[in-house]
């Protein structure tokens, strides 16, 4: 046949289009969660079996309250031979208009788990279709009735009849779930018609069509017109092709933008067919976008010429209340919360829903379109089915940059060539898991992996899955060295952290309970309905495009500090920053709440990618000016801001470093007294003042009980100071008066800990002076070392009742806790936590985050808030670790195994020094700032100093 192809002005196209006829879509189905309609269905096994009954599609039938629910890794455990097998019927009646007679009619499902035939007025539709994460159509236009009613049954096995399907989709680390659970329609069309089109749209606005056409006689146009969403038209002039049986066309547009997850500009491509009259025969459509994407061995994956740098994650299609039923403002959502933590690029292990890849496509993700195969493959015949679905749906979205055949060893390499059959643009295949094809996707690197591949290697490297999140491990803690060891690298192309979020579901078996499966399923940096965990700011903090390089604001700091542009594609003066000078207040003035002093613009240089340059203030050159601000302010907060507008990343500074600060608080304080006394007796050192009472044993010198006068109450704070990660042993203790009326207890030890000056004021305030680590051997006395080798936890602990904590209000590093390779994405502020006994990922059905207990770092001042008990305890060293309580370890955890380092005894701690949490390997696999700190102590030292002071009143 010959088809001509005309590229034309909208004004043309307008003349002749208005007869065209255009796809008609009619939906037997609701459109995702939250919008079902109701079918009548019948389940064979499970609950509400064997009976007729009534169900929402889509859906997921276990969420329905039919069938049993199942977890895929259901062979692992003891005594359970198979998974739930259900079978469903589903039946509906709906009605075809009378005009749609002539036309041709498909039936199309886009989602059914797992085989399904179908049934059009007692008559089947055709072959059943095996795979539950494909679409897929029937062509029904023989089989209907007219302007009548018509009658569907669909028929569906939850478990596969082809044990290659059952081996890739249902031996897996997921839910396992029945149903039609995405939408089903009707679409009409003429029968001479556009039946698909594939497009290959180059950045510089070269496209081809690739048009598989329907009903044609050898004498029909093609004409297409280009309109860029939300603006003008792109006019170029007309062309004519005369093309054979291949039905390719191509043209070059001008004018076009290209697409970047940066700058994400779509078009609206409109195709029409004519007959050799120019009438309009069948008018489609297609969003693109133009860019080019190829990956150079050896080298990179480049788009436009740009070398790709992915920050990405896993996300699974998952909701609580819907299982795998989800809507477009759900993917919305997820695209949203993923382009803020400044990641730009998904993974999955199906193909997900196509509105998900819409909003990829619109708000800039890069996505990896994989064909399922946990880690069993199809068998050949049905791969290639499944093979040429997922790209006949999903060729056109130009998020999609590579695709893959499998994963972790669920790969059938005979399927392989048939992506670059059916992708026109031949988009690089990858086997996840594996070094394949000179792409090395290695899962789960340790620090220094490997021996000749990654940082050691020669080919381009990408872990598809890395810095595994199970419960609160993993994700932002740790990646900051990964992340830097490998962006060094110029083979490096990217890494996806596994997983978005917990894939707790909704158990309508179990009162409602939302369910993890233990230890199989929380893996999320989200919980299941999108609660933000700790890790999602650490994240967003390490993956900023707009880096702020080590900063400490010292007396000669004149405003101006670097910055390095770490986006792909824009350069930093399309960007802006802003500052805030921060003061804020204890609870030793009457002031309440911060406020800001100072606030302003800083000039952003203008970078390229990949370039550092400073950064400035520029009102803070003139030394007047800045030291105003800094005599009032306590922190210095930096908010950058991206190119569209949204901010991308808060970094906060310490003006007033601890030590000033709390003078200046102390400077303030109003309360008075008479002066002191100590009373000495056989077994205890009591330090007295009008406010307070403070006991302290003779053997130990740790505190006994504190006596809050004005209410007779003792406030339970007591058992501290004990060493952690150090030995020490008391020597002295003695106790005298001062002439400014201050009780002072001086301890002093053998080993780590040098002394312990305690001193109460007159105004009621306990001062803790303690110097550690100034003397090599300690003093003397020890047989062995009298730290730990390993330092996990270093300092002091105390005692105070869970039990009596109602929440904590403070200064510090806040509001999530932290690791020690989990500390960027908290900022310096006054912060506020009522007391939760959340266990991250755990928790799914009383999930409070930020979690209440645990570490918090770089402590100002903090009140413990308690049911009449509440005190107060400033710090005045830098960088100390205020441990609030030990979280609790997860029931569900794998074996017992504890998912954290070891707490320190007590309850509340004074840390100069905390543990890191592990990922998927043990910390000794992971990078520098996870691994145990060293003590060494050389002659004239003058050792460390922990100075805090509490208020109990």
Same mark, same amino acid.
Request: net charge neutral; aromatic share 12%.
């Given at each position: 046949? *010959? ?42 096994? +499970? ?54 007679? +002539? ?292 060729? *056109? ?281 100590? *009373? ?93 680590? *100034? ?179």
């Amino acid at each position: 046949m *010959n088809i001509r192809i005309f590229f034309t002005v909208l004004g043309l196209l307008s003349a002749l289009c208005v007869w065209s006829q255009q796809t008609e879509r009619r939906y037997l189905s609701g459109t995702g969660l939250g919008d079902g309609v109701t079918w009548q269905f019948y389940c064979s096994e +499970g609950r509400n079996s064997g009976k007729w009954s009534k169900i929402e599609v889509p859906s997921q039938w276990e969420l329905q309250g039919f069938g049993e629910y199942t977890y895929g890794r259901w062979y692992k455990k003891k005594g359970v031979k198979n998974p739930s097998m259900e079978e469903g019927i589903y039946r509906h009646t709906f009605r075809v208009p009378e005009d749609w007679r +002539g036309k041709n009619i498909r039936l199309w499902f886009d989602g059914v788990m797992t085989d399904t035939d179908v049934i059009v007025n007692g008559v089947s539709a055709g072959e059943t279709h095996r795979g539950g994460f494909y679409r897929f159509s029937y062509d029904i236009t023989s089989l209907l009735k007219y302007g009548a009613a018509n009658k569907l049954e669909v028929r569906v096995k939850k478990h596969s009849g082809n044990k290659s399907v059952n081996a890739a989709e249902r031996k897996a680390d997921w839910w396992l779930f029945g149903g039609i659970y995405r939408p089903v329609w009707l679409e009409a069309k003429p029968q001479t018609r556009i039946e698909h089109i594939a497009v290959d749209a180059k950045m510089d606005g070269e496209m081809k069509l690739y048009t598989e056409l329907k009903g044609v006689k050898g004498k029909e146009n093609l004409t297409a017109a280009l309109h860029p969403l939300g603006g003008t038209d792109v006019c170029s002039e007309v062309r004519t092709w005369e093309v054979g049986h291949d039905s390719v066309f191509a043209h070059v547009w001008k004018n076009v933008e290209p697409w970047t997850p940066e700058k994400p500009r779509l078009y609206n491509l409109i195709v029409t067919l004519r007959n050799e009259e120019g009438k309009a025969l069948h008018r489609t459509s297609v969003r693109v976008g133009f860019r080019t994407v190829d990956f150079r061995p050896r080298d990179g994956v480049y788009l436009n010429g740009t070398k790709l740098v992915m920050k990405g994650i896993n996300r699974h299609s998952f909701h609580p209340d819907g299982g795998r039923t989800t809507n477009k403002e759900l993917s919305i959502q997820d695209a949203l919360l993923i382009k803020e933590m400044n990641m730009n690029a998904v993974r999955s292990h199906y193909p997900p829903d196509e509105h998900f890849l819409d909003a990829c496509d619109s708000l800039g993700l890069l996505y990896i379109d994989e064909l399922a195969g946990w880690q069993n493959a199809y068998d050949t015949v049905t791969g290639s089915k499944l093979v040429k679905e997922m790209i006949a749906r999903d060729v *056109n979205h130009p998020c999609i940059v590579l695709w893959s055949n499998g994963n972790e060893g669920g790969w059938n390499m005979a399927t392989d060539k048939l992506f670059y059959r059916y992708d026109p643009q031949r988009r690089h295949v990858i086997h996840p898991w594996a070094d394949f094809d000179e792409l090395d996707t290695h899962h789960y690197p340790a620090y220094l992996t490997g021996v000749g591949r990654f940082t050691n290697g020669y080919k381009v490297f990408m872990p598809t899955e890395f810095m595994h999140g199970l419960y609160d491990q993993g994700h932002g803690a740790g990646l900051e060295d990964f992340w830097a060891r490998y962006t060094a690298h110029p083979l490096f192309a990217g890494g996806f952290l596994w997983a978005y979020s917990d894939e707790a579901v909704r158990r309508t078996d179990c009162n409602g309970i939302l369910d993890s499966e233990d230890y199989n399923a929380p893996d999320g940096i989200v919980g299941p309905y999108r609660e933000k965990e700790g890790s999602f700011y650490s994240v967003r903090e390490i993956w900023s495009p707009i880096k702020i390089k080590p900063l400490q604001l010292t007396p000669s700091f004149n405003g101006r500090f670097l910055v390095e542009n770490r986006y792909l594609f824009t350069n930093l003066k399309e960007c802006s920053m802003r500052y805030r000078v921060l003061s804020y207040p204890s609870p030793l003035q009457s002031r309440a709440e911060g406020c800001t002093v100072d606030s302003g613009r800083v000039n952003l240089p203008a970078l390229e990618p990949g370039e550092t340059g400073y950064a400035c203030i520029a009102a803070w050159e003139n030394p007047e000016i800045r030291e105003k601000f800094f005599s009032k302010g306590d922190v210095l907060e930096l908010e950058a801001i991206g190119l569209d507008g949204k901010s991308v990343c808060t970094r906060t500074y310490p003006i007033s470093f601890a030590k000033s600060y709390f003078e200046g608080q102390l400077a303030s304080l109003k309360r008075t007294g008479k002066g002191c006394c100590v *009373n000495e007796a056989d077994s205890l050192i009591t330090l007295c003042s009008d406010w307070v009472d403070i006991s302290f044993r003779r053997n130990d010198a740790t505190i006994y009980s504190v006596l809050r006068k004005k209410d007779n109450r003792i406030i339970p704070l007591k058992d501290g100071p004990l060493p952690v990660g150090m030995q020490m042993k008391l020597v002295s203790l003695s106790a005298r008066m001062e002439q400014r009326g201050d009780a002072v207890l001086c301890a002093r030890y053998r080993g780590g800990a040098d002394s312990v000056v305690w001193r109460l004021r007159p105004d009621g305030l306990l001062k803790m002076d303690a110097v550690l680590l *100034n003397r090599a051997s300690g003093g003397g006395g020890f047989d062995d070392a009298f730290t730990d080798n390993a330092i996990l936890n270093f300092g002091f602990t105390f005692s105070y009742p869970e039990s009596e904590c109602t929440g904590m209000r403070w200064l510090g590093r806040g509001p999530y806790r932290v690791w020690k390779n989990r500390i960027p994405g908290t900022n310096y502020g006054i912060w506020q936590k009522d007391f939760n006994n959340t266990v991250t990922g755990e928790s799914a059905d009383k999930l409070v985050y930020p979690e209440f207990k645990g570490y918090h770092a770089n402590l100002y001042w903090a009140t413990i808030q308690g049911k009449q008990n509440a005190f107060t305890v400033y710090a005045a060293t830098d960088g100390v670790f205020f441990r609030v309580f030990t979280p609790d370890e997860p029931r569900g955890r794998q074996d017992g195994i504890h998912t954290m380092p070891d707490f320190p005894a007590g309850d509340l701690s004074f840390l100069l020094d905390i543990p890191a949490i592990r990922s998927f390997k043990p910390i000794s696999q992971h990078g520098p700032q996870s691994q145990p700190g060293t003590i060494r102590i050389k002659k004239g030292d003058e050792g460390l100093k922990l100075e805090l002071a509490f208020d109990f009143l």
